[in-house]
């Protein structure tokens, strides 16, 4: 799986993947089986930046993505449900059955289980909207701990629309540390408003009355576009509260849910393999400490590499072999 990441990454490097796409039109879900370099990929999103055709693509054995010319591809349209049947033992459709399988919670529905064969945590941070500046000392204690062990340092973050549009700068902070090859960003969508009301869950967040999904997808991916950011297969629903009807719409997008099995702030521990919750957007101070606590409580076990961070695609990729 290493050797496939890294010859991967290195045919990516010719694609327009730090480009920002400023001008985007005609952004639309477009499924297809794209070919190229005897190579298939799974094309996800179609849209036209400039006088330019491009997509959104998937690595169905990866999970990672990226985006290219369409000119360069052949592509045979399908629709959701022939592509997951094409490609039905690869571990991007493995990752979607299960979170269909796993939809009848109100929340914490989807990947929401520990990766029990990592010796170590995969790291996701929650940017919701919020007036605060990013919480840097998180990913400063990160690359304190771990940049001897392991550069770049793999983590997750699951980004609203509304965060970015007032938090340019700590965006641009954030990008700066992936040039400089410290952080590797998994960018998974977490909805553009990220709406919370008064009412019960189930009519709360996504399951509000009124929600344009189209809205609240699609317009973050442009918006992560946009700013240079590559949108992975992977959505995060706020508050983590979703409905089986929701988990299906988010499938039907081509992404795959991802909850969390150790959200710090409510107490719930890490475990070898778990995938870790913690908020960096200012809001979950005891969060943010709970976090560090552990990071020092693994000291030891992390300079004997004992105890790592992992790539949540490369982690689950594994896992749904």
């Not at 690595?59 to 349209?77: N, R, Y």
């Not at 709406?195 to 809205?215: H, I, K, R, Y």
Request: hydrophobic residues 45%.
């Amino acid at each position: 799986m290493k050797l496939k990441l890294l010859l991967l990454f290195s045919w990516i490097a010719s694609a327009a993947f730090a480009q920002n796409f400023d001008s985007i039109k005609r952004y639309k879900v477009s499924y297809a089986v794209a070919t190229a370099n005897n190579g298939k990929w799974i094309a996800l999103r179609s849209f036209v930046n400039g006088s330019q055709k491009y997509l959104l693509l998937a690595d169905p054995q990866s999970l990672l993505t990226f985006v290219k010319p369409a000119d360069g591809f052949a592509l045979d349209k399908l629709d959701i449900g022939n592509v997951r049947a094409i490609f039905k033992n690869s571990p991007y459709v493995k990752a979607l059955d299960a979170a269909l399988f796993n939809s009848k919670s109100l929340q914490n529905s989807g990947i929401d289980h520990a990766i029990p064969q990592e010796k170590g945590i995969a790291l996701t941070i929650d940017l919701c909207p919020s007036h605060r500046n990013l919480d840097r000392v998180i990913f400063q204690r990160l690359l304190d701990e771990f940049k001897k062990i392991q550069k770049p340092v793999p983590l997750a973050i699951s980004v609203s629309g509304k965060w970015i549009l007032k938090h340019q700068v700590d965006l641009d902070w954030l990008k700066s540390l992936v040039a400089q090859n410290e952080l590797t960003i998994t960018w998974i969508n977490h909805s553009y408003n990220h709406e919370v009301n008064s009412l019960p869950l189930a009519q709360n967040f996504l399951l509000a009355p009124g929600t344009n999904m189209d809205v609240e997808v699609l317009e973050n991916e442009k918006l992560l576009l946009k700013n240079g950011l590559t949108p992975s297969v992977f959505f995060r629903f706020p508050g983590l509260v979703s409905s089986p009807q929701l988990v299906a719409k988010i499938v039907d997008y081509g992404l795959i849910p991802v909850g969390s099995d150790a959200w710090l702030a409510k107490g719930q521990l890490a475990q070898a393999g778990s995938i870790v919750l913690i908020h960096g957007n200012g809001n979950e101070e005891i969060g943010v400490k709970d976090f560090i606590r552990l990071l020092q409580n693994r000291q030891v076990d992390v300079k004997n590499k004992q105890w790592l961070l992992f790539d949540l695609r490369e982690g689950l990729g594994r896992e749904f072999e």
